[in-house]
C-alpha cells in the first residue's frame, strides 16, 4: 500500500483545511487509519483515527470539535477536514495505515504518507 497525503498550505487562525490520503493498493479497506502530526521540535502524535468501517472514530482533544477524520473504502481515500485552525495547529501531517486497528503508538503503523505542511499563521 502507497498513501499520498495532499491538501497542506498556509491558511490564516480561523480557516479550514481537507486533507486527503489516497491510498494505492488493494484491501484497503481493511485498514486502520490515523492522522498524526508533527510540529517543529515535538514528537509526532495521534489527532484522528479511524476503523476500517468507521464504525471506532478517535480525536485528540487538541482537534475534538474542530477536525472530523471519514474515509471512502471505494475512492481508497481517508480525510481530514479541519475547521477554525489554530497557529498551534501548524505541523506536518501524515496519514497512516494499520492491517489492524488505529492506535496511538505511531510505530505500529505499517505504511505512511509523505507528510503535508499545514501552517496557521497571520
Known amino acids: 500500500v502507497q498513501l499520498q497525503a495532499s491538501g497542506g498550505g498556509l491558511v490564516q487562525p480561523g480557516d479550514s483545511l481537507r486533507l486527503s490520503c489516497a491510498a494505492s493498493?488493494?484491501?484497503?479497506?481493511?485498514?486502520?487509519m490515523g492522522w498524526f502530526r508533527q510540529a517543529p521540535g515535538k514528537s509526532r502524535e495521534l489527532i484522528a483515527g479511524?476503523?476500517?468501517?468507521?464504525?471506532?472514530?478517535y480525536y485528540d482533544d487538541s482537534v475534538k470539535g474542530r477536525f472530523t477524520i471519514s474515509r471512502d473504502n471505494a475512492k481508497n481515500t481517508v480525510y481530514l477536514q479541519m475547521t477554525s485552525l489554530k497557529p498551534e495547529d501548524t505541523a506536518v501531517y501524515y496519514c497512516?495505515?494499520?492491517?489492524?486497528?488505529?492506535?496511538?503508538?505511531?510505530?505500529?503503523?505499517?505504511?505512511w504518507g509523505q507528510g503535508t505542511l499545514v501552517t496557521v499563521s497571520s
Open positions: 479511524i476503523s476500517w468501517n468507521a464504525g471506532n472514530i
Open positions: 493498493g488493494h484491501q484497503f479497506n481493511m485498514y486502520g
Open positions: 497512516a495505515a494499520r492491517r489492524s486497528a488505529w492506535t496511538h503508538d505511531w510505530s505500529r503503523y505499517d505504511y
